[in-house]
């Protein structure tokens, strides 16, 4: 496994250390989790709730407490890896792709959901069409800014809801929720969306997460309430 690690940026805030240590203290003794063997017709599907999920309201800010500044003039988005046609995007190049407007709740593994978010930005199916990954990738890693990573299955990011995306709810993505762009990936816990995205590489091979890496799991379906590995 490859340990990813944050290096320090300069002119950033320290990780928080102690809210790192407290979800990986969660993820240690499995904080949340149903007794197994609840049959999926007793779960709370018709209310849009994922087990154990309470609706929040406004929208949490959740990360290592590093909030990278990253002015647009200097914004730039590396998709790689086992693809056809690498792209390094700025921030124009990013603007001139295709958009589309999708609306999703966003489930955190710390419990709390928000419902009917509105997105703006570029689908993972655009960014598919345009590298065009190689035929043996099965796996997607995301980095970001702040040095986090998390990776998922190619499958999962081609589901039509998956987003890079610079507004919520019609306003500029506030840089404490991964201005400019951030992922989203509804159908997974929240940690699975890199805030500041900075790179996507398509490979071969899985590469496990900032937290995928500290007793998280690696799928990540709030409704299996699959949280920890
Ligand atoms: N770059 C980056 N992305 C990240 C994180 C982070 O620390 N850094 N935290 C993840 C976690 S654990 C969650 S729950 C969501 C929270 O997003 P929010 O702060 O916009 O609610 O972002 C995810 N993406
Ligand atoms: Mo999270």
Request: charged share 25%; glycine share 6%.
């Amino acid at each position: 496994m490859v340990r990813s690690d944050l290096g320090s940026l300069e002119g950033c805030m320290e990780p928080n250390e102690r809210l790192i240590a407290k979800k990986e203290a969660w993820a240690e003794a499995k904080r949340g989790l149903t007794e197994e063997g609840v049959p999926p017709d007793l779960r709370t599907r018709h209310n849009r709730l994922p087990p154990r999920q309470h609706l929040t309201k406004g929208w949490p800010v959740l990360d290592l407490g590093v909030h990278p500044t990253i002015p647009l003039t200097d914004w730039t988005l590396a998709i790689g890896g086992l693809v056809e046609q690498k792209v390094l995007w700025s921030w124009p190049q990013f603007l001139e792709q295709p958009h589309v407007r999708s609306t999703s709740d966003f489930h955190c593994v710390t419990t709390w959901s928000t419902f009917d978010n509105r997105w703006d930005g570029v689908s993972f199916r655009q960014i598919l069409s345009v590298v065009r990954p190689l035929p043996q990738v099965r796996f997607v890693l995301f980095s970001s800014y702040d040095g986090y990573t998390t990776n998922l299955p190619l499958e999962a990011c081609a589901e039509e809801d998956v987003l890079l995306t610079y507004t919520w709810n019609d306003q500029p993505l506030p840089k404490e929720h991964g201005g400019p762009v951030r992922v989203i990936v509804p159908k997974r816990y929240a940690w699975k969306g890199a805030k500041w995205v900075k790179a996507i590489t398509f490979a071969e091979h899985d590469t496990p997460g900032f937290w995928e890496i500290r007793g998280y799991s690696n799928t990540a379906l709030p409704w299996e309430e699959d949280r920890y590995g």
